[in-house]
């Protein structure tokens, strides 16, 4: 069945980087757009960046603009999200999630904690 | 990019029906066809329940139902049961950043 396994969350201080990564399995990866979707503690969800199926777009939302870039490597099944410039409002359940313009399919998630 | 407005909280009673709104603009709910909703449970990942409007994934009860009228779509819950308390947030495709916007959520509790 389909899964998707998030890690590489942290504490991490503010202004330093950090990269998520989500391993897809039991789906044809490459059809697949995969986007980043987050939640502040006790906080609703907030989209954050999607990669289209082919790699040519990638968007996000305008205040991780600049400092997350987000990529996909069809070899290894897996989806990065390269966090720089890490703010405290950054931290989150960062959740990897698949497909276009609705998500049929959710990781776990991985926490991010930025703190001094 | 704003949040679409969801009621922050709405509630029934078990066998009874509630409607949650989802409010947006002509740019993204009113615009197209692209209304998604899902289900949060504590410590849980959201689940899909409605996609494109009104369509329900294989395995979602006929019990949830999806619908738009203008800029707001609305979700139905018939027939409450208990485990159907939990948070409920809708999505939209918004042509404003070809992107995605969610809701802000609405806490749904089964009295």
Redesign the interface.
């Known amino acids: 069945q389909v899964q998707l396994v998030e890690s590489g969350g942290g504490v991490v201080q503010p202004g330093r980087s950090l990269r998520l990564s989500c391993a897809a399995s039991g789906f044809s990866f490459s059809n697949f757009g995969i986007?980043w979707?987050r939640q502040a503690p006790g906080k609703?969800?907030?989209?954050v960046a999607?990669i289209s199926y082919a790699g040519t777009k990638k968007?996000?939302?305008?205040s991780v603009k600049g400092r997350f870039t987000i990529s996909r490597d069809e070899s290894k099944n897996t989806s990065h999200l390269q966090m720089n410039s890490l703010r405290v409002e950054d931290t989150a359940l960062y959740?990897c999630t698949k497909g276009g313009?609705?998500?049929?399919s959710?990781?776990?998630?991985t926490l991010v904690t930025v703190s001094s | 990019?704003s949040?679409l407005t969801q009621p922050a909280s709405v509630s029934g009673s078990p066998g009874q029906s509630i409607t949650i709104s989802c409010t947006g603009t002509n740019s993204d709910v009113g615009g197209f066809f692209?209304v998604?909703w899902?289900q949060?449970h504590p410590g849980r990942?959201?689940?899909?329940m409605i996609?494109?409007v009104s369509k329900r994934?294989s395995g979602v009860s006929n019990r949830f139902s999806g619908s738009k009228s203008g800029n707001t779509a609305s979700l139905t819950i018939s027939g409450l049961q208990a485990e159907d308390e939990a948070?409920y947030?809708c999505?939209s495709?918004t042509s404003t950043?070809?992107?995605?916007?969610?809701?802000?959520?609405t806490r749904l509790a089964v009295l």
């Open positions: 986007h979707v609703g969800l907030e989209w999607l968007s996000y939302t305008d959740y313009w609705s998500f049929d959710w990781g776990q998630g | 990019q949040a692209y998604s899902y949060q990942a959201p689940k899909l996609f494109d994934p948070d947030y999505m495709y950043t070809s992107s995605l916007v969610f809701g802000g959520g």
